[in-house]
Structures are given as C-alpha cells and as structure tokens.
C-alpha cells in the first residue's frame, strides 16, 4: 500500500515568513510523529499524536512552532515568523505498533 | 528521560570487513530498540530491531545483540558492501506508544 507521504519536497522561503508542512501517514496508523533533521544531525524530535489524546509537544522548540492532526489523518507543521535556524529537513513517521514508517521529508531553507 | 549515547560517529571500512556500531540507553524500562538505515537524501527506513525478551537477532548479514543488564545493544553487519553504506540510527523507546529516542547516528563508508 501507500506509504507516508509529505508536502512540499523541498520550500524556500524569507526569514520571517509562515510556512505549512503537510504530512499524509499511512491509512489506519494511530500514531504520528514529527521530526526536525539538521544537516547532518541525528532526528530531533517535535511532537507526537496518538489517536485522539492530547498530542506530546514538549519537543518543540519554540512558540512558533504548532501541528496539527485531525483525527487519524492528515497532520500539518506550521512554523511562523521563520528564522534561518529553521532550515532542515522535516520528517514525519506513522506507526501502528511499534515500527516507524517514515516520510520522505520537507527540505526547508529560510533566506 | 531516556538518553541514547552512539558509537562511533563516523566508521571507515573495507569491502568485506565487519562493521559494529554500539549504542548505550539509561533507561532500565525501555524495551524496544530498533536500527534505521538513512541513505543519502532518503528516508530513514527500519533494518531491524530487538525487543527486550531476547538477546540477539539475526536476519541475513545484519544481527543486532542486546544487553540489558549493561543497557547497551549493537548492530553487527559482516561481510560489508559499497551500499551498506550510509547513516545508520539506533534508538530506544517504551513500546509503541511512547516516544523513542534515537541516537546521533554513525556514518558507515563502505570502500570498495
């Protein structure tokens, strides 16, 4: 079947700017994870949806950073006011169980 | 909270040789560590992973072997090719509905 897709593959956009990053998991997974992906870097984790509990934010990193998830779909990343320590690659995963299926990521670059 | 201490960052190998790449957890209740391989640009993808009722897990040239009592687990990948090459990830987590803690990665060179 599908696997988890997101939306755009890569943005560009001026410091200061909000940008939207949309991730569609896999049908019927419960759970959905976003994280952020420095060049180079290990996967530091944003936020975390399970079903319809409260999601887990206490990845984020700042204020400007809000999710979203509806129900057991679609989930979107807003980052508003972008700064330039925002560019990296944004990941999302969907489990149903224990192994993670990961997206294939948004590329960010704030100029 | 759980921490993930990976070892070595970077790992320079032969065509041929093993490579072993270590990994440490603190948290005595975690009981699941799974291994994702990260290719250049691609996504992480799942390779294999261990529960805490066993001890080691082998599926082809790639095992993983897991000590509790130390808290620490290791991938093992044997007779290694130029696409073994790429990042590879441990983590830790509670089970599935917690959220799991990777480690910083190793950057596997596989020369031919």
């Known amino acids: 079947g599908a696997g988890v897709s997101q939306s755009p593959s890569n943005k560009v956009t001026e410091k200061g700017k909000d940008v939207e990053l949309r991730c569609d998991p896999i049908?019927?997974?419960?759970?959905l994870y976003w994280y952020r992906q420095s060049l180079g870097q290990g996967l530091e984790f944003l936020i975390y949806?399970?079903?319809?509990?409260?999601?887990?934010k206490s990845g984020l990193p700042s204020d400007r950073f809000s999710a979203e998830r509806t129900g057991e779909s679609v989930s979107t990343l807003t980052i508003q006011r972008t700064q330039q320590e925002d560019s990296a690659v944004y990941l999302c995963a969907s489990t149903q169980g224990y192994e993670q299926y990961f997206g294939p990521g948004t590329r960010l670059t704030v100029t | 909270g759980e921490n993930v201490e990976q070892h070595p960052s970077t790992l320079s190998v032969q065509e041929g040789d093993s490579a072993v790449i270590k990994c440490t957890y603190s948290d005595s209740a975690s009981n699941y560590f799974p291994w994702y391989k990260q290719e250049l640009g691609k996504r992480p993808q799942l390779i294999i992973d261990?529960?805490?009722?066993?001890g080691e897990k082998k599926d082809q040239r790639i095992a993983v072997t897991l000590n509790k009592t130390a808290k620490h687990f290791s991938l093992h990948i044997t007779e290694t090719q130029p696409e073994d090459s790429a990042v590879y990830f441990c983590a830790a987590s509670k089970g599935g509905s917690y959220i799991p803690t990777f480690g910083r990665g190793t950057s596997l060179i596989v020369h031919p």
């Open positions: 949806f399970q079903g319809n509990s409260a999601p887990d």
């Open positions: 261990i529960r805490s009722n066993v």
């Open positions: 049908s019927g997974h419960t759970a």
